[in-house]
T-cell receptor, first 116, second 108 residues
Framework: DGGITQSPKYLFRKEGQNVTLSCEQN?????MYWYRQDPGQGLRLIYY???????QKGDIAEGYSVSREKKESFPLTVTSAQKNPTAFYLC???????????????FGAGSRLTVL | GQNIDQPTEMTATEGAIVQINCTYQ??????LFWYQQHAGEAPTFLSY????GLEEKGRFSSFLSRSKGYSYLLLKELQMKDSASYLC?????????FGKGTMLLVSP
């Protein structure tokens, strides 16, 4: 079955440490995204990539970095510069829906990062 | 920029009908999406509107009025499994912006 795999599901980190969240998709989607979700807040876009070797900052990119060396993979690094990194991180990919033409996001199961 | 408003919480009874409203102000508009998210899980796609009117898909329908910056998601014949957060999202020129979500609690 095609889908998006995020790992790890739960991660604990000490302050001052960088951590990398993995996102792999086998849907053959060109575009990939990273969102952050906090309680009582909507999903906020961190970074997105519409094609291999290219990516753009979203609304809250400070303290994060990404790479897109392969179509299938879009890892997110949470650096020590991110002031409040404890959150639920969601990776997504998209392709145009056949019926409507809409760019529908398919999400991974998420990674919950806790900074101790 | 984008501003999206939806109620924080709603409650309804099993078997009933519920309407979740969403209003938006955007600098560009290329469609409105509704997603369902159960606690601790990934959001899943429910519906998409880009033209005015009603889109029906089984027990779920979604309506859009572009001139009013307004959409609603209508859920019929509510089931306990419909208890979830419902996210309204608007696509601008290139990215999708989400509202804060409406937590729906369905009681017996």
């Amino acid at each position: 079955d095609g889908g998006i795999t995020q790992s790890p599901k739960y991660l604990f980190r000490k302050e001052g440490q960088n951590v990398t969240l993995s996102c792999e998709q086998n849907l053959n989607h060109d575009a990939m995204y990273w969102y952050r979700q906090d309680p009582g807040q909507g999903l906020r876009l961190i970074y997105y990539s519409q094609i291999v070797n290219d990516f753009q900052k979203g609304d809250i990119a400070e303290g994060y970095s990404v790479s897109r060396e392969k179509k299938e993979s879009f890892p997110l690094t949470v650096t020590s510069a991110q002031k409040n990194p404890t959150a639920f991180y969601l990776c997504a990919s998209s392709i145009a829906d056949r019926r409507s033409g809409a760019n529908v996001l398919t999400f991974g199961a998420g990674s919950r990062l806790t900074v101790l | 920029g984008q501003n999206i408003d939806q109620p924080t919480e709603m409650t309804a009874t099993e078997g009933a009908i519920v309407q979740i409203n969403c209003t938006y102000q955007t600098s560009g508009f290329n469609g409105l999406f509704w997603y369902q998210q159960h606690a601790g899980e990934a959001p899943t796609f429910l519906s998409y509107n880009v033209l005015d009117g009603l889109e029906e898909k089984g027990r779920f329908s979604s309506f859009l009025s572009r001139s009013k910056g307004y959409s609603y998601l209508l859920l019929k014949e509510l089931q306990m499994k419909d208890s979830a957060s419902y996210l309204c999202a608007v696509r601008g020129y290139s990215t999708l912006t989400f509202g804060k979500g409406t937590m729906l609690l369905v009681s017996p």
